[in-house]
Nanobody, 113 residues
Framework: QVQLVESGGGLVQPGGSLRLSCAAS????????MGWYRQAPGKGRELVAI??????NYADSVKGRFTISRDNTKNTIYLQMNSLKPEDTAVYYC????????WGQGTQVTVSS
């Protein structure tokens, strides 16, 4: 059974930066899609960024500000978030798709002055 453990959320001012981490238990083949979704209060869950091998895709709302990366030696992905805006406030969930889908427990990101 795969487990995903997130860390790195918190409170940051607009324009600030945060880095989220998601560590997966077990060995994860690098070509399995891994990524980040987020859910803001009163809204549905939306894809933020996803990485397959060395290829990354981003939601239009975060392009140029967020960067997803992975360290295959640590079975860990990261989301570097720069130039954060209040509308980035949400619970961020790590995601992995193998034969089945796996989700992390979520980490809160709040962007506020």
């Amino acid at each position: 059974q795969v487990q995903l453990v997130e860390s790195g959320g918190g409170l940051v001012q607009p324009g600030g930066s945060l880095r989220l981490s998601c560590a997966a238990s077990g060995t994860i083949f690098r070509f399995y899609p891994m990524g980040w979704y987020r859910q803001a209060p009163g809204k549905g869950r939306e894809l933020v960024a996803i990485i397959i091998g060395d290829n990354a895709n981003y939601a239009d709302s975060v392009k140029g500000r967020f960067t997803i990366s992975r360290d295959n030696t640590k079975n860990t992905i990261y989301l570097q978030m720069n130039s954060l805006k209040p509308e980035d406030t949400a619970v961020y969930y790590c995601y992995l798709r193998m034969v089945k889908e796996y989700w992390g427990q979520g980490t809160q990101v709040t962007v506020s002055s």
